[in-house]
């Protein structure tokens, strides 16, 4: 998985409750993005960060947000869960926006909203 | 519409058969394609990306895109029950890649 690590890897968690996945790389890659896959939907894109404090929203950004404060961790937060936040997360890498064709995958996050 | 579509299957094919897995996509400012296999319960793994028109192969896959009629196409020759996976294709837009839904394939040796 390319020197990425999510965790936790498996997460089960109340609606209202706030909640936080990290996602960890080896790679100094300077992109890291969020993205969420669901059946029916496929993978689409939650966030992303092109450098240490600077991130953008991606396609269903609502109800997340994100902090890199440094360059190898990047931190999805839900602020307060709800049920159709349960998903797949995964976080992904690329060394640059003119590489972002070449994006890895971590190994993802299964979370439960109940 | 989504702007990338792809046939979720399932694809079930004997081991040696040449598989074919297609995409079309609606934009046609997109420039980059890339095929990713997914194994259950494991993240996406690139397989191959190609530019803008033209085939590329890599080993027993080939990825072939034709810009005119917006279609992506990726062909696994002697099929063995290892490629059994979900294969997705994506396209680049701006930095975010546009995933299709995903093609379920199963190999039976």
């Known amino acids: 998985d390319a020197g990425i690590t999510q965790s936790p890897r498996h997460k089960v968690t109340e609606t209202g409750t706030p909640v936080t996945l990290r996602c960890h790389q080896t790679?100094?890659?300077?992109?890291m993005y969020w993205y969420r896959q669901d059946p029916g939907h496929g993978l689409r894109l939650i966030h992303y960060?092109?450098?240490?404090?600077?991130?953008d929203k991606g396609e269903v950004s609502d109800g997340y947000s994100v902090s890199r404060s440094k360059t190898e961790d990047f931190l999805l937060t839900l602020e307060s869960a709800t049920s159709s936040q349960t998903s797949v997360y995964f976080c992904?890498?690329?060394?640059?926006?003119?590489?972002?064709?070449?994006?890895?995958f971590g190994p993802g996050t299964r979370l439960t909203v109940t | 519409q989504k702007e990338v579509e792809q046939d979720p299957g399932p694809l079930s094919v004997p081991e040696g058969a040449i598989v074919s897995l297609n995409c079309t996509y609606s934009?046609?400012?997109?420039?980059?394609f890339m095929w990713y296999r997914q194994y259950s319960r494991k993240g996406p793994e690139l397989l191959m990306y190609?530019?803008?028109?033209g085939n590329k192969e890599d080993g027993r896959f080939t990825a072939q895109v034709d810009k005119s009629s917006k279609y992506i196409s990726l062909f696994i020759r002697d099929s063995q029950p290892s490629d059994s996976a979900t294969y997705l294709c994506?396209?680049?837009?701006?930095?975010?890649?546009?995933f299709g839904k995903g093609t379920t394939l199963s190999v039976s040796s």
């Open positions: 994506a396209a680049l837009s701006g930095t975010a890649l546009i």
């Open positions: 190609t530019y803008s028109s």
């Open positions: 934009n046609s400012a997109f420039q980059y």
């Open positions: 992904a890498i690329s060394d640059s926006q003119a590489g972002a064709y070449e994006q890895y």
């Open positions: 960060s092109y450098g240490v404090k600077d991130t």
């Open positions: 790679e100094n890659h300077r992109y």
